[in-house]
């Protein structure tokens, strides 16, 4: 069977074979979800970027199409966005057939030189031709890139916020037809800087739990400087009116994921029903090169829908839950747990697990300073998903996940701070074959890691450190393979 090695994703999509980091052209077309990547066709490293392409009906049943754009001797083809053209304003398709529009960056590979460039599809996205005019956007940098396009309504025309890299900063440009660009005005540099900015998105929201309220969300990625080392994607709540974002005021960056494998992310246009839907590169620049598997290098993040929480202090919180399509891999759970105490120590729920499963969990630390779930544990393997009471904590340890040993910055203890809901830990884990990301306090604090456990480690316990833990609630969904 295809897709079936020892740490092949099996509810995440991965390429076939090869090299695959961020996604690009996010973009929901007559009823298909397209999801374009940055692709090496010839290597499983980084090089020859080109856009790969797989598409899905539902985010969780996936199939990889042809290469999409592929790289040529002129440039790589960088990171970007696309969108439905619906009105034939770029001239690109006809008023009939209106066309798809990938906005990328084409990095020269003769100069390093950053422009940003177009490329258009008349049929729904299978084939792509450039358009002539390229590059629509150069202002003479090597650091200027990612572009992320939508339509704003509002002001009746396109929006394009696209990152200063070095500089810290992300510009706003706006066009009537996707080929000319007027400045509109530079957000930054604010929040995280320790890295590069890349890969930004934003968009808008309602806040649950304030009628009427809506705030705009502005995704910027980071890369190194992340909370658990190497790349991560930091979040701006405030307001765009068309020309400027700013930002509410915030203490601290906001983590969209407190885990080492969540980078590029960013979200699809055009979803159905104002669904906001994130995909992330499962992954980190620190060690993605090294990651012990083969033919293929990474995996995207379980698909995202984002949502906005009030706060008490009035500003709006990004929860994230991983889609509701998910539910539809759920076998018959193979536990469920209601109100039992566990004492100090380990104590095995299962001994075979599924490699693949959906735990949700409430657990009452109940004398332990620290406690939480041990996924994938076997032949002295395990990944704890705790929760540090002295700290406040909730953390994710790899040190032990299995084979650690590729690169120095691999094994570590990855944290987030985290405040118990009414004394209780809340829990919702999903485990692939290489993988855990743990949504905690309904989505409010993200945690993603890679793992690479033995074939062994199939175990699921519950682990806690100087006195007990109460299962309020608990319950384990082997989950069916997507391929
Ligand atoms: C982010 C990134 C982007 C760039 C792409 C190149 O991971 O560095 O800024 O467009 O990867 O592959």
Redesign the pocket.
Known sequence: RAYDEPYRPQVHFSPARNWM??PNGLLHHDGTYHLFF?YNPAGNT?GN?SWGHATSPDLVHWEERPVAIPHDEEEMV??GSAVFDRDNTSGLGTAAAPPLVAVY?SMVKATGRQRQSLAFSTDGGETWTRYAGNPVLDIGSDNF??PKVFWHAPTDRWVMALALSAEHRIRFYASPDLKTWTHLSDFGPAGATGGVW??PDLFELPVAGAPGRRRWVLIVNL?PGGPAGGSAGQYFTGDFDGTTFTADPQDAPRWLDHGADA??GVTYNDAPDGRRILIAWMNNWLYGEKIPTDPWRSAMGFPRELGLRAAADDSAVLVQQPVAELATLRRRPALRIAGRRIPAGTSRLLRDAALTYEVEAELRPDGAQRCGLEVRSGGGQRTRIGYDLAGGELYVDRTASGDVGFSADFPAVHRAPLALTDGVLKLRVLVDRSSVEVFAADGAVCLTDQIFPGPDATGLATFAEEGGVRVERLTVWPLRSAW
């Open positions: 980091n961020d940055q980084w970027m960088f990171s960056t890139r990612d890349e890969c890369n980078y590029a």
